[in-house]
């Protein structure tokens, strides 16, 4: 129990000055933000960044409670073999599904006048790099949730906002800042968070003995939603 109590007790301190932290952090960038870009600017960009949540839901296809919640019970029972099994299909269907709707939204974009004229269709590489980024990040706190690393959950998330508000501050030292250097320092701090977040994973998949998992560990759980 007193380890229990420990354990929560750390990943509440760790909570706390991280959420302390990433508040800090995005104050300094939308000061720089405000201050270096014109309100229309800054508007186009609220604007794109509103496409990463639907894009999110359909990549990740509103999975991703179940998924947390089957490593969960997974990882109680010593079945990594299912983690593993179920980490990888579930990676694949993720980016079966994030290419088929990069795809349909870039033929959209080019076939369909009307539409081509929006804000998107202008940064269309620079909104694909940050949904991509966000997945990505998405994923690797998923699996961390599911294995119960909430400290190093709240690790990543100070470091994405820490190299943001760098990258963002290097932008606009150098007189670059602009709507498509933005959305970079914002994919930047995504992708590193997220390749932290897989390095504190590695140990975690590694081999343990466990057979291989026979059979699809993804359908089971998806006809039975």
């Not at 179940?66 to 099994?85: L, M, N, P």
């Not at 369909?112 to 790099?129: C, D, E, K, M, R």
């Not at 949730?145 to 959950?153: A, Y």
């Not at 140990?203 to 026979?214: E, F, I, M, R, W």
Request: glycine content about 6%; cysteine-free; overall charge positive.
């Amino acid at each position: 129990m007193a380890s229990t109590t420990q354990q929560v007790f750390r990943s509440l301190v760790y909570s706390s000055g991280s959420n302390v932290l990433i508040r800090m952090f995005s104050l300094l960038g939308y000061i720089v933000l405000l201050r270096f870009l014109s309100v229309h600017d800054y508007g186009v960009f609220v604007l794109l960044t509103s496409f990463v949540g639907p894009a999110i839901a359909i990549a990740l296809f509103s999975f991703d409670r179940i998924f947390v919640s089957a490593i969960a019970s997974a990882r109680g029972r010593g079945d990594f073999a299912f983690i593993r099994k179920l980490s990888y299909e579930y990676i694949l269907v993720t980016i079966a599904l994030t290419a088929t709707l990069f795809l349909a939204s870039y033929a959209v974009l080019t076939f369909a006048p009307i539409v081509a004229a929006t804000y998107l269709s202008q940064f269309f590489w620079g909104t694909t790099l940050l949904i991509v980024s966000q997945i990505f990040s998405n994923i690797v706190s998923l699996l961390l949730e599911g294995h119960e690393r909430f400290k190093e959950i709240s690790i990543i998330s100070s470091i994405e906002a820490f190299v943001r508000v760098l990258a963002i501050v290097s932008f606009a030292g150098s007189g670059v800042l602009s709507i498509v250097s933005v959305l970079v320092a914002y994919s930047l701090g995504k992708f590193a968070s997220a390749l932290v977040g897989i390095w504190r994973l590695m140990p975690l998949h590694k081999d343990t003995g466990a057979t291989q998992y026979s059979g699809s560990a993804l359908l089971p759980l998806l006809t039975s939603v």
